[in-house]
Nanobody, 124 residues
Framework: QVQLVESGGGLVQAGGSLRLSCAAS????????MGWFRQAPGKERAFVAT????????DTADSIKGRFTIYRDNTKGTLSLQMNTLKPEDTAVYYC?????????????????WGQGTQVTVSS
């Protein structure tokens, strides 16, 4: 069955960096677009970044442009999110998700499978 397992979250000071990883299994990873979303306490789940099946097209939310980078390794079946210059407002649970097809997606409805999430906490 499809499984998406996130890792790499933790506690970091403002201005620091973290790299999140998502290990995919149970499907042909290179056939699907992927994405990252986040959900802060008391808020709705929000789009962070997305990448197409080949890794040639990506998109990121305005709030994280220039700070976060999404990338993938189709040979290893992994999706990553490099997060730099972290801010307290980046504190959230971060989720990895798979799109219905090979393309990017910025809406929750574009995705059919989700991981359990990994907590990122940025202290001021």
């Amino acid at each position: 069955q499809v499984q998406l397992v996130e890792s790499g979250g933790g506690l970091v000071q403002a201005g620091g960096s973290l790299r999140l990883s998502c290990a995919a299994s149970g499907f042909t990873f290179s056939n699907y677009g992927m994405g990252w979303f986040r959900q802060a306490p008391g808020k709705e789940r929000a789009f962070v970044a997305t990448i197409n099946w080949k890794g040639s097209i990506s998109d990121t939310a305005d709030s994280i442009k220039g700070r976060f980078t999404i990338y993938r390794d189709n040979t290893k079946g992994t999706l990553s999110l490099q997060m730099n210059t972290l801010k307290p407002e980046d504190t959230a649970v971060y989720y990895c998700a798979r799109t219905y097809g090979g393309w990017i997606g910025t809406q929750i409805v574009d995705y059919d499978y989700w991981g359990q999430g990994t907590q990122v906490t940025v202290s001021s």
